[in-house]
């Protein structure tokens, strides 16, 4: 795979995993004349984790939020905010 300008190397706290910039792009609605984000199916609005990270996380939700928190790095409000996303928005 090609390097290009809009890629950058960082690194997951969460997955050990390279990351990438992604660049979102925006559309002007002809109708309403708002634009709107064209997001990626791994984005999550608002949020600054993917949902593959997100629920690398949730799945160790067996373990203690103390335990999850030391081994991901992340505060436990975001693991409770994670679990109420994801509560909220799964489908049975």
């Known amino acids: 795979m090609a390097q290009n300008d809009t890629?950058?190397?960082?690194?997951?706290?969460?997955?050990?995993?390279?990351r990438v910039m992604?660049?979102?792009?925006?559309?002007?609605c002809d109708?309403?004349?708002?634009?709107h984000a064209l997001l990626p199916e791994f984005l999550i609005p608002y949020?600054?984790?993917s949902l593959l990270s997100i629920l690398a996380?949730?799945?160790?939700?067996c373990?203690?939020?103390e335990?999850?928190?030391e081994k991901y790095g992340i505060a436990a409000s975001t693991i409770y905010t994670?679990?109420?996303?994801?509560l909220k928005n799964k489908k049975i």
């Open 7 to 18: 890629q950058k190397s960082t690194f997951s706290a969460v997955s050990n995993r390279p």
């Open 22 to 28: 992604v660049i979102i792009i925006r559309y002007k």
């Open 31 to 35: 109708s309403c004349g708002h634009t």
């Open 47 to 49: 949020r600054s984790y």
């Open 57 to 61: 996380v949730l799945k160790d939700y």
């Open 63 to 65: 373990l203690t939020i």
């Open 67 to 69: 335990k999850i928190s």
């Open 82 to 86: 994670w679990k109420a996303l994801f």
